[in-house]
DNA sequence: AAGTGGTCTAGACCACAGA
DNA sequence: CTGTGGTCTAGACCACTTA
């Protein structure tokens, strides 16, 4: 493996943010000084600077510097938070979610249409009303966008109720479900990573070179009719996934 | 959102891929055609080509081409493979792209250390003996490299016993933590996504810029011992997570 | 031997941040 | 206003694959 001279800086850089010598949120030796410092080109230093921004050990604010990434991860734990007896509580299914900041919703929308192919076939739905009430929420942390979530309902459902208004109430839309004899009990959920397009980085606000999260929920109830699928896109660099299983 | 000569290549290019037109497996336009084509500098149309690597979309392979990457993800399902009596399994949203293909092992390698920190931390080990046994293994599909394992047992409980060679017999490691009587019941699996640092890419042979799943199993008897670490760094592009919980 | 991606130098212009 | 990262052109050499 060859061991251009940008590797070789980024191994120097790399070596100094790892020993601590760089704290999180410091500021990095720029292009020029880089420049100056190895005899190489703008582009070697870039390239270099680079490298580190795609393992994730920094980021690039344009016109100010490149800087050593803080990592304020959230613990997101998936068993806990929904099974029951914890959520009979009242509260936000995310107030168990956070570990210290805070999750706000930072925009929300919500709308009736018809439902795209994935999301009939994992709700089940055929025949006439094939709509389903789509609830979009996007998740802020401090101001840094961190989630996207996409929750899918069969509109012949909750059509009409509370969960097809903005605010869903205490317990939010579960405990509604519960309300309509419809309480979900059983989750299966998909989990893929990959680089995000365009859009979805831009909707994160993410730095190019960090990956994302994404999870399909299918959420059941007792009797097994799926009655809620929830598509979430996480900020890979911001989340800890927990899930607890066996017995 | 500037529209950067590179950025409207890369454009081009996605659309003819996500088209059809440029079918998986397929050779993408090369840097000396791109330049022939849009009349940009060879550095343009490379820029071009690695915004596409960078969204999974394509890989080089140096020496011959840029290619349509091709999407054969391998489903796990942690819960069912792992826990007593199961749910019936559902379909995959992704069932389009999952592909059932044996999982095989490329390199084992068994070994006695010290534990790691944070190792002996999970296995709670203290005292005289915090050695711990390694089990180090890399699984391959197709000839290609998806998964690196390191699972970390204390070696006082296994040292001497099957578990400690190569080959662990039928049922594998759990079955013989079984007969010890320590059978693992409960797990935690702590999971998330990053960029692999240059030794993993090359251990996955992954192209760069194509993220890493890192789990962490914790794996605990009926009365809450742990007994197993298991350390897992998967190829995100080629893997889709399973999780159910709930009742 | 020809073609490919990978990387480097050298020099240029831009948009933006911050004092 | 100065310094920053972002991107481009133009030209060069290398290691590798493929035929």
Redesign the interface.
């Given at each position: 493996?060859a061991e251009t001279p940008a590797?070789q800086i980024a191994d120097d850089l790399r070596a100094r943010i790892k020993s601590g010598d760089l704290a999180p949120g410091t500021r990095l030796p720029g292009e020029p000084a880089l420049v100056r410092q190895y005899g190489v080109a703008k582009q070697t230093a870039a390239n270099a600077l680079k490298l580190l921004i795609?393992?994730?050990l920094a980021s690039a604010r344009p016109g100010s510097g490149t800087y050593v990434r803080e990592f304020k991860l959230i613990r997101r734990s998936?068993?806990e938070r929904?099974?029951?007896g914890r959520r009979a509580s009242g509260g936000s299914v995310w107030a168990a979610d956070v570990e210290e900041r805070p999750l706000e919703v930072d925009a929300l929308d919500v709308r009736e249409a018809p439902a795209p192919e994935?999301v009939a076939?994992?709700l089940d739905l055929s025949g006439d009303d094939t709509s389903v009430l789509v609830r979009s929420r996007r998740y802020v942390v401090d101001g840094e966008p961190v989630q996207l979530a996409d929750s899918y309902l069969p509109a012949a459902l909750v059509r009409g109720t509370r969960v097809a208004e903005p605010d869903t109430g205490p317990g939010g839309t579960y405990a509604r479900l519960a309300e309509l004899g419809a309480e979900?009990?059983?989750?299966?959920?998909?989990?893929?990573?990959?680089?995000?397009?365009?859009d979805e980085a831009?909707a994160l606000s993410q730095p190019?070179?960090?990956?994302?999260?994404e999870i399909?929920r299918?959420a059941?109830t007792a009797d097994g009719r799926p009655v809620e699928v929830n598509r979430m896109l996480l900020d890979?660099?911001s989340?800890?996934?927990?899930?607890?299983?066996?017995?």
């Open positions: 493996m590797r795609a393992e994730g998936a068993t929904l099974s029951r994935w076939e994992a979900p009990v059983d989750f299966t959920e998909e989990l893929r990573a990959r680089m995000p397009d365009r831009e190019p070179g960090t990956p994302v999260i399909l299918v059941l890979a660099g989340y800890v996934l927990d899930y607890r299983f066996g017995g």
